[in-house]
């Protein structure tokens, strides 16, 4: 019997190399008179060791990474293929790496040891078992068991998930007919890759994730909205869904049950504000992504007019687990209202960025230290933005904070989708607060005002003071001006645009008082 070798096929392994690699180590092995077999399997979220190459053994999989083409054969001369630990890339058994071994993995607890668009694989690994329970219960029970897990919106607005399908399961179409489910798969935000990893590397979960959903609120249509940069999570989900359907699991008579769900992916706008559920809608519908006014809440009014659930990825995901376990299972998990685990994303300046899936309560300090060991560059740290471009930049003095929603919003901060940006010591944080009206400029849908006018005006001001142009009378201005777009504006694009800039100003003040030569402008 051959020996199981696994390699990657996610974006982020693909970007290093891994289809090469594959290819290459499988001509050497070849060469060699032995033979393996190479599974493409998803990644385990310890980017900094992509492509990782995983063996094996009868004592488990013995990882080695990063590997390049260059390490074949060093690899194979020292005993790669029977999981030896001599050489100097091998971490030793991939369960025992610390970075993984210390996390708690209830969403991604497959990721990366299954092949994504293996059924088998998905079913062997405790796959369709929440499904098979929901489809033996009424659509108010799968309801409460969602509410009773505590799980919370994982697109950022944390908003309980149980009250929201309980609104679709009683709202009543208006064409006496259809609901919908709709997954929000376009994550725009900066350092996020969450629901990337869960499409390219599990992508199973969230289809049975979905068709609960559409049991639960009595839909039999759902879509998931795609960022259209992602063309490998698109190709695997749509493997994905098509094995689903022909294996029963998905289509007309759902394994028997006379229950109905259909399944598309529909490739999203390129925009930003897309990722805005209402705009989503809009999008979907074939329209220009623009922010509706709410309310109706697309629970009751969604699309095509029709009650509508739209969650998240990571959201629809945790539902096999809830289904599967109970929802005390899940809620045993995390603190407070903050219950479950959230997949924490560590990118920017990072030595060991990747995904971390953990209970809520632990400090962002751990996460930056225990996980992700300092900054790339070994300079200190000096800001760090969690929550994606819309949120505050953090100094020093908050990074004791817990990682619960609560705590985060006590200290005028935010959780959103879990994406975690680390800046050291030599970011210019005027820029950085420049960088936040920059992007509202080019991401606004243009509906409201204070959004589309105002950002434009935010860039004009705080370029002056980057000039020392009227510099304390353009800070009155700034603040001013922040608080009419929260104040004004439609959404949250525009709404919560302002709280970097804020931060930035409040707790790194000395960067908006350098001169010309300072500042390079």
């Excluded at 919908?180 to 376009?186: G, L, P, Q």
């Excluded at 969230?206 to 759902?222: R, S």
């Excluded at 209970?359 to 930056?368: D, H, N, Q, S």
Aim: overall charge negative; charged content about 20%.
């Amino acid at each position: 019997m051959s020996v199981k070798v696994y390699i990657p096929r996610d974006t982020t392994s693909l970007a290093l190399g891994a289809d090469h690699l594959a290819s290459e180590l499988a001509a050497a092995v070849l060469e060699r008179g032995e033979e393996i077999e190479i599974i493409r399997n998803g990644s385990r979220g310890l980017f900094w060791l992509e492509p990782m190459v995983e063996v094996e053994t009868s004592a488990g999989r013995i990882a080695y990474g990063p590997v390049e083409t260059k390490d074949i054969d060093t690899l194979l001369d020292a005993g790669l293929i029977n999981g030896e630990t001599g050489h100097p890339l091998c971490q030793g058994l991939t369960e025992e790496i610390p970075y993984l071994k210390k996390q708690q993995r209830l969403t991604f607890a497959r990721a990366g040891i299954t092949d994504p668009v293996s059924l088998e694989d998905y079913q062997a690994h405790d796959g369709f078992k929440g499904l098979k329970k929901a489809l033996q219960m009424d659509s108010q029970s799968i309801v409460n068991e969602v509410k009773t897990s505590g799980l919370r919106g994982r697109g950022g607005a944390a908003f309980p998930t149980g009250i929201k399908w309980q609104t679709v399961l009683d709202a009543q179409p208006t064409d006496g007919s259809q609901k919908y489910i709709v997954c929000n798969a376009d994550e725009g935000d900066s350092g996020t890759f969450a629901d990337r990893m869960v499409m390219e590397a599990d992508p199973y979960m969230l289809i049975e994730g979905m068709t609960i959903a559409g049991l639960a609120v009595g839909a039999d249509q759902g879509y998931i909205y795609l960022r259209s940069e992602y063309p490998v999570a698109h190709q695997i989900l749509n493997e994905a869904i098509e094995k689903a359907e022909a294996a029963g699991f998905l289509g007309v008579d759902i394994l028997g049950s006379g229950k109905t769900f259909n399944l598309e992916v529909r490739l999203g706008a390129k925009a930003y504000i897309c990722g805005e559920e209402t705009a989503l809608l809009e999008s979907l519908e074939g329209k220009r992504g623009m922010v509706r006014a709410k309310p109706p809440l697309p629970a009751i009014v969604g699309l095509f007019g029709q009650p509508t659930i739209v969650n998240n990825v990571l959201s629809l995901a945790a539902i096999p687990y809830i289904l599967a376990e109970g929802g005390h299972a899940y809620a045993d998990y995390g603190q407070g209202r903050s219950l479950g685990t959230l997949p924490f994303q560590l990118a920017g300046n990072i030595k060991r960025g990747g995904l971390i899936e953990m209970a809520f309560g632990l400090t962002l300090r751990e996460l930056l230290e225990d996980f992700g060991g300092g900054t790339y560059s070994g300079r200190p740290m000096r800001a760090v933005q969690v929550g994606g471009p819309l949120c505050a930049y953090l100094p020093e003095s908050q990074w004791d904070t817990e990682l619960d929603y609560e705590a985060f919003q006590a200290i005028g901060a935010g959780l959103g989708h879990g994406g975690v940006v680390v800046f050291d010591d030599t970011v210019d944080m005027s820029e950085q607060a420049r960088f936040s009206m920059e992007f509202c400029v080019e991401e606004s849908c243009g509906k409201c005002t204070p959004c589309r006018i105002g950002s434009t005006r935010g860039v004009e001001v705080i370029d002056r003071i980057r000039n020392n142009e009227n510099r304390d009378a353009n800070m009155d201005l700034l603040s001013d001006l922040c608080e009419t777009m929260i104040d004004g504006s439609l959404c949250a694009m525009g709404g919560m645009t302002p709280f970097p800039v804020q931060s930035a100003v409040k707790h790194f003040p000395e960067d908006f008082q350098k001169d010309n030569a300072e500042t390079g402008a």
